[in-house]
């Protein structure tokens, strides 16, 4: 479907929304990325009894009337639940289950100005006061993410390890069967790191609401700080040690290795942060499992994104370098088991 079509028949829906005749569009502009779902910004106009009314917002769309459509209700629940306990993410606004009027079904958010390039937070003087923050704020964060009550808010939808599973024995299950089965070479350090992994499994007693994917490059941020937390899609109900483990991912860092949280600060820091905004008591070396099992999944996701490149399903330059990087996370591994 074509802008043109996209904005009126858009502008027709929020009009019976608001409850008004006329609503305005202007903007409508498709956002790069986003292959399993479009994402467009616009901006909303409409008059009211108090006066004009302006909203910058977000559609978040499913590509086709084939795709799922509890998808787009499972992401505006969860946007909901989590905003509701204090976490910073677009407020969503309305939401369609209908392959009508857009052809699949959609919801529009809150638009969130700001930053997502992490390269300019690691490196451009004006976020200097974001890099001093933002450490904190993000551990902050993700305690407010971990007290979310997914039961109560109804949140069914969410995987979840079963009775008696372990979360980090299903996660090191499922990427070693990805592994055995697309990687078109050895890798002996990889080899290492399932045997390091399976022998520190950790005892899995807890349980909370798990971002999946906490990391710099989902956090929408300005000249003081975090605005918003982005890409909920990886949401799910697991070990809240994860979280703090994916963070410190080296590739994460964009060449700062010297503060592993992102490359804008330490450890140390965002365990404290996170603790005295009443997140779980955080155990280092189990924070340690976790962030070298994140670099062997970043690692075995490089090869999975050459490999389609190289069995010519996507010729992209993209994929080609992604998968290069692997052997700088074979070294990471070998560093993080030594150390």
Known sequence: MDAGNITRRLAAFVAQQVGTETVTITNLKRMPGGASRETWSLDLSYETDGGQVHMPLVLRRDPSSAANQTARRDEFDLLRAVAAEGVPVPQVRWLCEEPEPLGAPFFIMDRIEGETLARRLLRDDAYAEARRV????????????????????????????????????????RYEQIFRFISPDPHPAFELAFRWLRARLPRDDERALVHGDFRIGNVIFGSEGVRAILD????????????????????????????PVGGIGLREELFRAYEQAGGRSVDPERVRFWEVLGNLKWAIMTIMQAKTHLDGHVQSVELASLGRRTAEMELELLNLMES
Do not use: Y
């Open 232 to 259: 909920w899609e990886l949401t799910h109900v697991g070990d809240p040690m994860e979280d703090l483990g994916w963070i410190c991912v080296r590739s994460w860092r964009f060449g700062a290795d010297d503060k």
């Open 134 to 173: 933002m450490t904190a704020q993000l551990g902050r964060i993700l305690a407010a993410i971990h007290r979310v009550d997914w039961g109560r808010h109804q949140l069914r939808f969410l995987a979840e390890p079963g009775p008696g599973e372990s979360a980090a024995q299903n996660e090191l299950d």
